[in-house]
């Protein structure tokens, strides 16, 4: 089955830059997405196709895509960004829409 | 604005089915381009997706899970269900029904946008 991968960890200073990356044998033809959990919440959609901001998303968040990597950046990370992020893509067939194992971000 | 809202038992008992609703509103799943999708969060562990159905009745099943899940849609009253047979306490997990809104960009790939608030069912006897 599909697989994505994400580091299990990634830990900044307030107003630091957070880098999360996603990887996966599909991703140079498909789009990626990244939800951000915090704890005891539902998921939030943070970016969408890629790069694209939901309305009411911090501009800090912002998304890119190369080769088999996605990555989500949080430019000047503050302390409520603190959580879980996952990425979501599809297999090549487009038909097996999986989610990463998530990273779990820390601004202390 | 798009809202939706899990509901059914929290405690289940081994061997048993589970029958969950998901109450939604801000938009009709007879639309063409909507859908609905169930997603499952054991404690501390990774989401994963259980079962979606579109406005056409299009149902898509997880493959791990296939033969124990069936989704369906009740238009007139916004609704979708998921039921899953012959519950295991490894099935313990926050259930989440959400949104699955097609994508603006080619080839318009859906992927969820809203989600409910969750419902922990846990399985146990």
């Known amino acids: 089955s599909y697989e994505l991968t994400q580091s299990p960890s990634v830990s900044v200073s307030p107003g630091q830059t957070a880098r999360i990356t996603c990887s996966g044998d599909a991703l140079p033809k498909k789009y990626a997405y990244w939800y951000q959990q915090k704890s005891g919440q539902a998921p939030v959609l943070v970016i969408y196709?890629?790069?694209k901001r939901p309305s009411g998303i911090p501009e800090r968040f912002s998304g890119s895509r190369s080769g088999t990597m996605a990555t989500l950046t949080i430019s000047g990370a503050q302390v409520e960004d603190e959580g879980d992020y996952y990425c979501y893509s599809t297999d090549s067939s487009g038909n097996n829409y999986v989610f990463g194992i998530g990273t779990k971000v820390t601004v202390l | 604005q798009i809202t939706l809202k899990e509901s059914g038992p929290t405690l289940v008992k081994p061997t048993q089915t589970l029958t969950l609703t998901c109450t939604f509103s801000g938009f009709s799943l007879s639309t063409r381009g909507e859908g609905v999708g169930w997603i499952r969060q054991p404690p501390g562990k990774a989401l994963e997706c259980l079962a979606i159905?579109?406005?056409?009745?299009?149902?898509r099943y997880s493959p791990s899970l296939k033969s124990r899940l069936a989704i369906t849609k009740d238009t007139s009253r916004n609704q979708v269900v998921l039921t899953m047979t012959n519950m295991d306490p490894v099935d313990t997990a926050t259930y989440y029904c959400?949104?699955?809104?097609?994508?603006?960009?080619?080839?318009?790939?859906?992927?969820?946008?809203?989600w409910g608030q969750g419902i922990l069912v846990t399985v146990s006897s």
């Open positions: 196709e890629d790069s």
């Open positions: 959400a949104h699955r809104r097609r994508g603006s960009s080619s080839p318009f790939p859906y992927y969820f946008d809203f």
């Open positions: 159905i579109y406005w056409d009745d299009d149902k």
